[in-house]
Nanobody, 122 residues
Framework: QVQLVESGGGLVQTGGSLRLSCTAS????????MGWSRQAPGKEREFVAA??????DYAEDVKGRFTISRDNVKNTVWLRMNSLKPEDTAVYYC?????????????????WGQGTQVTVSS
């Protein structure tokens, strides 16, 4: 059974930083996409960042502030978030795919974590 477990969320002030972690178990995703999406209250889930091999993709509003990285041996992906804004407040979900496709397409992801709350105070 595949599980994705996120950690690292919390409360931070505007301009602060957080690093989210997601570790997968039950399957190796070393050559497959892993990434992050988020869902704010009253809004739909949206793509944040994803990575496959050396390729990365970011949502426009996080480019230059967020960095995704991964360790294929540890089956772990991280999301470093700098210069956080109140509009970054959301539940952040880790996702992993068994195949290929466009990194920003939520339809390519087969597995999702339970989510970790990120709250940015103004």
């Amino acid at each position: 059974q595949v599980q994705l477990v996120e950690s690292g969320g919390g409360l931070v002030q505007t301009g602060g930083s957080l690093r989210l972690s997601c570790t997968a178990s039950g399957r190796t995703f070393s050559t497959y996409p892993m990434g992050w999406s988020r869902q704010a209250p009253g809004k739909e889930r949206e793509f944040v960042a994803a990575m496959r091999a050396i390729y990365t993709d970011y949502a426009e509003d996080v480019k230059g502030r967020f960095t995704i990285s991964r360790d294929n041996v540890k089956n772990t992906v991280w999301l470093r978030m700098n210069s956080l804004k109140p509009e970054d407040t959301a539940v952040y979900y880790c996702a992993a795919s068994r195949g290929g496709g466009k990194l920003s397409d939520p339809g390519i992801y087969d597995y999702w974590g339970q989510g970790t709350q990120v709250t940015v105070s103004s």
